[in-house]
């Protein structure tokens, strides 16, 4: 069984729209982050949330905002939608603690933007 | 050798022959992961060699770690088509920031029988 859930696998959104990644892990990790692969970039570090907090954020548009409900939840909102938004967007998680940590990514969320 | 704005290299190679794939990383690290990701999944670290190690052994993967040169290398002994997958390198900037590793573009591996 998965132990990093990510709903939906595909979604196809209407320029201008608003959708919401949902993410849930089962591994017992405290620490969850938001990664997103394109045709164009390399897999590209979006946000890290420790104890439902927000630790980093490299993202530079406040159109994606993370949302996490729960320890184990951390959702993705996504507003305003573009073209260029299109991409998969991989949630992941591990223990939080120093370098050397072993990320466990979920099957992605492919997004397409019409 | 995979980084920054190089496109996605691939590799074609048979069944049973070995292969090593190259990685240079511009910025410091204390750690360089190694992931596959199967197509249509989610990449998965498969070995993760830290600075005070030079080299790394699980299985058939065979990690190295140059730091005064910035470089990595994954090396597969007798690969089988199991291993067809996109491999990636990662580093981690350890406690600056947990968590974010910065990823190469990645080697696409095709083995055939």
């Known amino acids: 069984d998965p132990k990093i859930i990510q709903k939906p696998k595909y979604l196809v959104a209407v320029t201008g729209s608003e959708k919401i990644l949902i993410c849930e892990q089962y591994l017992g990790h405290n620490a969850m982050y938001w990664y997103r692969q394109s045709a164009k970039k390399p897999l590209e570090f979006m946000f890290s949330y420790s104890y439902q907090k927000l630790m980093d954020n490299q993202t530079a548009s406040s159109r994606f905002q993370p949302q996490s409900s729960k320890k184990n939840h951390l959702d993705l909102q996504i507003t305003a939608l573009k073209p260029d938004d299109s991409a998969t967007y991989f949630c992941?998680?591990?223990?939080?603690?120093?370098?050397?940590?072993?990320?466990?990514f979920g099957e992605g969320s492919r997004l397409i933007v019409v | 050798s995979q980084w920054g704005e190089e496109n996605l290299q691939a590799l074609s190679i048979q069944e049973g022959e070995d292969v090593t794939m190259n990685c240079s990383y511009k910025?410091?690290?204390?750690?360089v992961h190694w992931y596959r990701q199967d197509s249509g999944r989610g990449p998965a670290l498969i070995i993760l060699?830290?600075?005070?190690?030079r080299e790394k052994r699980s299985g058939r993967l065979r990690a190295t770690l140059d730091t005064s040169s910035q470089s990595s290398s994954l090396s597969i002994t007798a690969a089988q088509c199991e291993d067809t997958a996109v491999y990636f390198c990662a580093t981690d900037r350890g406690t600056q920031v947990v968590g974010q590793l910065t990823f190469g573009r990645g080697t696409r591996l095709q083995v055939y029988a």
């Open positions: 992941a998680s591990s223990h939080y603690r120093n370098s050397g940590n072993t990320l466990y």
């Open positions: 910025t410091y690290t204390t750690v």
């Open positions: 060699i830290r600075s005070n190690e």
